[in-house]
């Protein structure tokens, strides 16, 4: 799975008459956006990882 996520060039924003401290707030929120979906991400994985195992043994233990 992967995160797309568009962040624009300082060009852009610049271009946009932002103020750099405006620019600068913009972007650290963009970029903790990032953080806290990679660790959505992350915690979702690892549950379904367990769910897949624990159905992986439920059907070796029946087949015994």
Sequence with gaps: MSIKL???SLRVLMESNL???DWAKIRYEQLNMI???RLA???HRQLYQKRM???HERKVQLRE
Excluded: D, G, L, R
């Design 19 to 21: 103020e750099e401290v």
């Design 35 to 37: 953080s806290k979906n």
């Design 41 to 43: 991400i992350i915690c």
């Design 53 to 55: 195992a624990k159905t």
């Design 6 to 8: 568009e962040i624009p």
